[in-house]
């Protein structure tokens, strides 16, 4: 099983629809993220939480909600989609103890809003 | 605002050449990462730079940090088909100590031709 597992892989959704996108984790970290991906603009933090009590706004949070359920869990909301919010999305972990605080990323989501 | 830029967007190469991608950034940092991204996949991470001169090295794939001048390279060596990838350099925003928020560049789709 992959340690970090993003549901669902792929989502066609309507304009104004409620989405919700999961992300969770066996890798035991505090840490999580997610980014949203688009073509030529790279990776751009949407939030992050660094504990279960803890929820920060990262680039591009307008439009978005987390709710971080858990320390394995953290999800992501649209609470009524737009089509530029179309792009693959993406959950992260880090464990800053090592020093590094590498990310792991999940496989991806990708969504289309119509 | 931490902006990182990196160049060039797309690099299409022959097996055995070399060349280098540059990643500049904005703002004052000490912590750089190199992530690959494989076609429809996810980040993998291939390299964390900790301090100004630092150098990594893996396989035909070296990197470098400068933070006086805020760039980080990125150089192949006699390059191979299987090095096709989209490349990512993020940057920490903070310096001294790690926020642990980090911005990505845009990337650089690498194409390596036989």
């Known amino acids: 099983d992959a340690d970090v597992t993003q549901t669902p892989r792929n989502r066609i959704t309507k304009t104004g629809k409620r989405i919700m996108l999961e992300c969770s984790q066996t890798k035991g970290h505090d840490r999580m993220y997610w980014y949203r991906q688009d073509p030529g603009l790279g990776l751009r933090l949407i939030y992050y939480?660094?504990?279960?009590?803890?929820?920060n706004k990262g680039e591009i949070s307008d439009g978005y909600s987390v709710s971080r359920q858990a320390q394995a869990k953290f999800s992501l909301s649209l609470e009524s989609a737009i089509p530029n919010q179309t792009a693959l999305y993406f959950c992260?972990?880090?464990?800053?103890?090592?020093?590094?605080?590498?990310?792991?990323f999940g496989a991806g989501s990708r969504l289309t809003v119509l | 605002e931490l902006k990182v830029e990196q160049n060039p967007l797309f690099l299409s190469m022959q097996e055995g050449k070399n060349y280098t991608i540059y990643c500049n950034y904005s703002?004052?940092?000490?912590?750089l990462y190199w992530y690959r991204q494989d076609p429809g996949k996810s980040l993998e991470s291939l390299f964390v730079l900790l301090s100004n001169g630092a150098v990594k090295q893996e396989g035909r794939l070296m990197a470098s940090l400068d933070t006086k001048a805020r760039l980080s390279t990125l150089h192949i060596t006699a390059a191979v088909h299987d090095l096709s990838a989209t490349y990512f350099c993020?940057?920490?925003?903070?310096?001294?100590?790690?926020?642990?928020?980090?911005?990505f560049g845009t990337g650089t789709l690498l194409a390596v031709q036989p």
């Open positions: 939480s660094f504990d279960v009590k803890d929820i």
């Open positions: 703002t004052t940092s000490d912590r």
């Open positions: 992260a972990t880090s464990d800053p103890s090592s020093g590094a605080n590498v990310l792991t």
């Open positions: 993020a940057v920490d925003m903070g310096y001294g100590g790690a926020t642990n928020k980090l911005i």
